[in-house]
Nanobody, 115 residues
Framework: VQLVQSGAELRNPGASVKVSCKAS????????IDWVRQAPGQGFESMGR????????KYAQKFQGRVTFTADTATSTAYVELSSLRSEDTAVYFC?????????WGQGTQVTVSS
């Protein structure tokens, strides 16, 4: 199992960012994909999840209205898009899946929001 994420992003406040997570080594539609972030000096924070099989999503209340999860089964790639960025969104963003053999994480994508 491998989850490979896109590279670091720098955005101005108010902009949007889209991070990708390309999956390989398993059947893409078999597991939910969770999105988690970690701000500097903070713990992990769940953003929600997507079911790649039917595109069903569940968003953490904190991010409702600002976050969108999508999944492209043709390329086995999941995406998180976060809009109306503010400085507090500066964090490392991770995708992960939980399988019968354990959790698998992407390498993380640094998103920095700064003017």
């Amino acid at each position: 199992v491998q989850l490979v994420q896109s590279g670091a992003e720098l955005r101005n406040p108010g902009a949007s960012v889209k991070v990708s997570c390309k999956a390989s080594g398993y059947t893409f539609t078999s597991y939910y994909i969770d999105w988690v972030r970690q701000a500097p000096g903070q713990g992990f924070e769940s953003m929600g999840r997507i079911d790649p099989e039917d595109g069903g999503t569940k968003y953490a209340q904190k991010f409702q209205g600002r976050v969108t999860f999508t999944a492209d089964t043709a390329t086995s790639t999941a995406y998180v898009e976060l809009s109306s960025l503010r400085s507090e969104d500066t964090a490392v963003y991770f995708c992960k899946i939980d399988t019968e053999t354990g959790s698998h994480w992407g390498q993380g994508t640094q998103v920095t929001v700064s003017s």
